[in-house]
């Protein structure tokens, strides 16, 4: 796992080395065991290196047998060592032992459709200078991340936003339609960012420029192809060799390596394969809080460690720790992204990283295995919608979905949209915010600047190959093609923030694909999440796991929190700057904060997400003293934080 950067000017006037430079060293901590750069007239690479195979000769940029074609890569292949064999049987020789090689001679032999044949995480550029051809590439679920900007005839991109930032090329611009959807999604969809201008590689994408021509292509998407002729143990049985054998290549490291462990099925699945596959005691590393039982699953952590005979290791962050971090991961985030759940994450990231440099986790099992509530509520809704009698008769006979029944049962009475998508939509904004609360929070100077971007539409466009037919799959396809690179784009940023690789063998993509052709019926079974997968996993993990009811999926005490930052969050959101820049209601956002000791749940994510969005104004638009060089990275990082507690 590592950091890369490059400028193309498509002019053919040189690159300055200084600028590849100051995008690479404001990316060290991506990549703090080497650096390596390549110049040649009017392109640069640059790289930050986190050595993890072949320690001694995976130095980067990697070339092939003659030096024509450069690599400058991040991620894994897991494959790499089957790629080698053959690879080698072509013909093509080695000088490393590394991963980042193979990608080298894939691309002799296959040119773009290269990326077909790796399984693994990857964003990567190639300089081909005999057709004078830059491609970059980024893996199919986004799990390493690559930005992009085109500004004054060149291509400018990077592992990170700030890096881009860094050029000089790109100044940074809030991106109006990008707040929108945060605020109205908790995620960015398409391939937009929280910058005018810098966009995102997408999910299975590649980029090329050649004879100054710039296209953006997809090579990979989720296709679904739900699969009645086979029976439920068909699944189970070749579920089960997928994930034993992605557990098992995901495994493969020269450096040390452990596993995240929340106590819940999926991190418990990912620990228990992986220490049966190794022959010694695996380390383990879980994060909870003092604030109360609901915030802590050590308990269960603890049991399947017990099971495995695992080196168990735990984290308690407290509250002075939220307040002090928040500055520091507003800059390596680049963006506000998802919950308040990073704030743990990256404490036990920090752990992870005392103890081994490479984490297995459990990353995207509740997206491809369908296992949060609002899946089950989508699933519930549109078979009332077409079998109402059948739906009623089994929700009695299950039972303890009271508070669903009643929450849908208003879908019907308030006179709501149908249609899947518009009611997925529905479902997913209005848990963090409701339209009315956002058309109260902004101004009209904020709508001014949204202009005719419509949230619901941008929505609905990363929906588009999803027929009538298929209409189930909603949640499914739409988690995985919007919500789950937020929560990756965490994991990467809070794992590299602490010079760590973070590993999602859940979401090898043979498991994806494979998961996209079993029918909803299965991986929803007489209202039980993740059916198919529980199924699965039962002869793996300890009955506790299989058996718990009480699933919390990492819960942060935000509202201990807030209570006791309120006057510090008002300062923050309420200051001069903010009120100045007139893009919110400064007196909604004062009645939200007075009641913010009696606030609900949606008054708590609302409130999130505005002190994440009022912070990334704070430290990307208004810090003009770092923008412009005129201050450091430590000195902004190591100022005192706005949420440091008065005594």
């Known amino acids: 796992m590592c950091g890369i950067a490059g400028i193309l000017d498509l002019k053919n006037e040189q690159v300055s080395t200084n600028r590849i430079k100051k995008m690479c060293d404001v990316m060290h901590h991506r990549g703090p065991d080497d650096t390596g750069y390549y110049f040649n007239g009017n392109i640069g690479l640059g790289h930050k290196r986190l050595s993890i195979i072949d320690l001694s000769r995976g130095k980067q940029p990697v070339y092939n047998e003659d030096k024509s074609i450069s690599i400058v890569f991040n991620g894994e292949i897991y494959n790499y060592l089957e790629l080698i064999t053959e690879l080698k049987e072509n013909g093509h020789i080695f000088y490393t032992s590394s991963d980042t090689e193979v990608i080298i001679h894939l691309y002799e032999e296959h040119g773009e459709k290269c990326v077909e044949y790796l399984n693994g995480m990857f964003s990567f550029a190639i300089w081909d200078s005999n057709r004078k051809k830059l491609f970059l590439a980024r893996d199919r679920l986004g799990v390493k991340p690559l930005y992009y900007a085109y500004k004054e005839e060149k291509i400018i991109f990077a592992s990170e936003i700030k890096a881009i930032l860094q050029s000089e090329y790109i100044t940074a611009e809030p991106n109006y339609p990008a707040i929108m959807d945060y605020m109205t999604l908790t995620y960015v969809t398409g391939e937009k960012t929280f910058f005018k201008g810098i966009n995102k590689l997408m999910p299975g994408y590649i980029l090329v420029v050649?004879?100054?021509?710039?296209?953006?292509?997809?090579?990979?998407?989720?296709?679904?192809?739900?699969?009645?002729?086979?029976?439920?143990?068909?699944?189970?049985?070749?579920?089960?060799?997928?994930?034993?054998?992605?557990?098992k290549i995901t495994l493969r490291s020269d450096v040390p390596l452990g596993c995240h462990l929340s106590g819940g099925l999926d991190s418990s699945t990912v620990c228990c394969l992986a220490s049966s596959i190794l022959n010694h005691p695996i380390k383990t590393f879980t994060g909870a809080f003092s604030e109360g039982s609901k915030y802590d699953e050590t308990n269960y952590a603890k049991c399947v460690a017990s099971y495995v005979n695992a080196e168990y290791f735990e984290i308690y962050p407290e509250v002075e720790d939220f307040g002090e971090l928040l500055r520091k991961l507003t800059w390596y985030l680049d963006e506000p992204v998802v919950g308040p759940g990073v704030v743990p994450q990256y404490f036990v990231s920090k752990l992870v990283s005392e103890n081994v440099k490479v984490v297995l986790g459990g990353q995207g099992g509740d997206e491809i295995f369908a296992g949060y509530l609002r899946h089950l509520q989508f699933s519930y809704e549109m078979e009332m919608l077409e079998h109402p009698c059948r739906s009623l008769f089994s929700i009695t006979r299950f039972g303890g979905l009271k508070g669903l029944t009643l929450f849908s049962a208003l879908f019907f009475l308030n006179g709501t949209s149908f249609e899947p998508r518009n009611r997925y939509f529905q479902i997913i904004s209005e848990s963090f915010i409701t339209k009315r609360e956002l058309n109260k929070l902004f101004t009209e100077?904020?709508?001014?600047?949204l202009g005719e971007y419509d949230c619901f539409k941008s929505f609905c466009e990363t929906l588009e190959n999803i027929d009538r037919k298929n209409y189930k799959y909603i949640p499914f396809y739409c988690d995985i093609k919007n919500y789950l690179p937020g929560l990756l784009q965490v994991e990467d940023r809070?794992?590299?923030?602490?010079?760590?690789?973070?590993?999602?063998?859940?979401?090898?993509?043979?498991?994806?694909?494979?998961?996209?052709?079993?029918?909803?019926?299965?991986?929803?079974?007489?209202?039980?999440?993740?059916?198919?997968?529980?199924?699965?996993?039962?002869?793996?993990?300890p009955t506790e796991i299989y058996n718990r009811k009480d699933k919390k999926g990492f819960p942060t005490p935000t509202n201990e929190w807030f209570k006791k930052f309120n006057q510090e969050i008002r300062d923050i959101l309420l200051d001069p700057v903010a009120v100045e820049r007139g893009i919110y209601n400064t007196e909604y956002v004062e009645k939200i904060l007075k009641n913010i000791r009696g606030s609900k749940g949606l008054h708590k994510k609302f409130i999130w997400k505005l002190l994440c969005v009022e912070l990334w104004f704070k430290v990307f638009i208004d810090n003009k003293d770092y923008l412009e060089g005129k201050t450091t990275i430590e000195t902004l990082l190591n100022k005192q934080s706005p949420l440091t507690l008065t005594a």
Request: charge should be positive; proline fraction near 3%.
């Open 445 to 449: 100077k904020f709508y001014k600047e």
């Open 494 to 541: 809070t794992s590299m923030m602490n010079s760590v690789e973070s590993r999602v063998p859940l979401l090898d993509h043979r498991i994806v694909e494979f998961s996209a052709t079993i029918p909803q019926e299965l991986k929803i079974k007489n209202y039980t999440l993740k059916y198919i997968f529980k199924q699965t996993i039962k002869k793996w993990i």
């Open 210 to 247: 050649e004879n100054s021509h710039v296209e953006v292509k997809k090579y990979w998407d989720l296709e679904l192809k739900p699969d009645y002729k086979h029976e439920e143990q068909y699944f189970i049985d070749k579920l089960e060799y997928l994930l034993r054998d992605s557990v």
